[in-house]
Protein backbone atom coordinates (compact mmCIF):
# COMPACT_ATOMS: atom_id res chain seq x y z
CA UNK A 1 0.00 0.00 0.00
CA UNK A 2 1.79 3.54 -1.35
CA UNK A 3 -0.96 6.00 -0.04
CA UNK A 4 -1.15 8.37 2.73
CA UNK A 5 -4.17 10.18 3.72
CA UNK A 6 -3.69 14.04 3.65
CA UNK A 7 -5.49 17.05 4.66
CA UNK A 8 -6.22 19.66 1.50
CA UNK A 9 -6.53 22.42 3.17
CA UNK A 10 -3.06 21.96 4.45
CA UNK A 11 -1.50 21.24 0.45
CA UNK A 12 -3.65 24.43 0.00
CA UNK A 13 -1.52 26.52 2.48
CA UNK A 14 1.70 25.15 1.27
CA UNK A 15 1.50 26.00 -2.27
CA UNK A 16 0.44 29.49 -1.38
CA UNK A 17 3.64 30.36 0.79
CA UNK A 18 6.56 27.77 -1.05
CA UNK A 19 8.28 29.36 -3.77
CA UNK A 20 8.12 27.17 -7.15
CA UNK A 21 12.35 26.09 -7.03
CA UNK A 22 12.69 26.11 -3.08
CA UNK A 23 15.48 23.62 -3.05
CA UNK A 24 14.73 22.28 0.95
CA UNK A 25 11.52 21.81 3.06
CA UNK A 26 11.76 21.60 6.74
CA UNK A 27 9.27 19.68 8.72
CA UNK A 28 9.48 19.71 12.48
CA UNK A 29 6.72 18.12 13.64
CA UNK A 30 5.97 15.21 11.09
CA UNK A 31 4.58 12.45 12.34
CA UNK A 32 2.90 10.62 10.78
CA UNK A 33 4.07 11.50 7.44
CA UNK A 34 1.29 13.25 5.77
CA UNK A 35 2.50 16.66 4.98
CA UNK A 36 6.03 15.68 4.52
CA UNK A 37 5.16 13.20 1.66
CA UNK A 38 2.54 15.40 -0.14
CA UNK A 39 5.51 17.75 0.34
CA UNK A 40 7.70 15.51 -1.63
CA UNK A 41 5.63 14.45 -4.27
CA UNK A 42 4.69 18.24 -5.16
CA UNK A 43 7.75 19.19 -5.12
CA UNK A 44 10.26 16.50 -5.74
CA UNK A 45 12.80 18.82 -7.09
CA UNK A 46 13.38 19.97 -3.56
CA UNK A 47 14.85 17.54 -0.32
CA UNK A 48 12.23 17.67 2.28
CA UNK A 49 13.67 17.00 5.88
CA UNK A 50 11.01 15.66 8.25
CA UNK A 51 11.77 15.08 11.64
CA UNK A 52 9.44 14.46 15.07
CA UNK A 53 11.23 15.07 18.49
CA UNK A 54 8.90 12.47 20.08
CA UNK A 55 9.67 8.99 20.11
CA UNK A 56 6.78 6.74 19.72
CA UNK A 57 5.47 9.93 16.68
CA UNK A 58 9.06 9.16 15.36
CA UNK A 59 8.38 5.41 14.47
CA UNK A 60 5.34 6.06 12.72
CA UNK A 61 6.83 8.50 10.68
CA UNK A 62 10.03 5.94 9.76
CA UNK A 63 7.30 3.36 8.97
CA UNK A 64 5.07 5.66 6.49
CA UNK A 65 8.14 6.71 4.87
CA UNK A 66 10.09 3.94 4.34
CA UNK A 67 6.61 2.38 3.00
CA UNK A 68 6.01 5.45 0.54
CA UNK A 69 10.26 4.99 -1.01
CA UNK A 70 10.27 8.74 -2.12
CA UNK A 71 13.91 9.74 -2.81
CA UNK A 72 13.61 13.20 -1.99
CA UNK A 73 12.67 12.74 1.27
CA UNK A 74 14.28 11.92 4.51
Known sequence: NRHLLFAAHLKI???????Q???????LCAAPGSKST??????????VVANEPDVFRAGKLRANLLRLGLTNLG
Do not use: E, R, Y
Request: glycine share 4%; charged share 10%.
Open 38 to 47: QLAQDFSFAT
Open 21 to 27: KVSMILD
Open 13 to 19: GAHAVLP
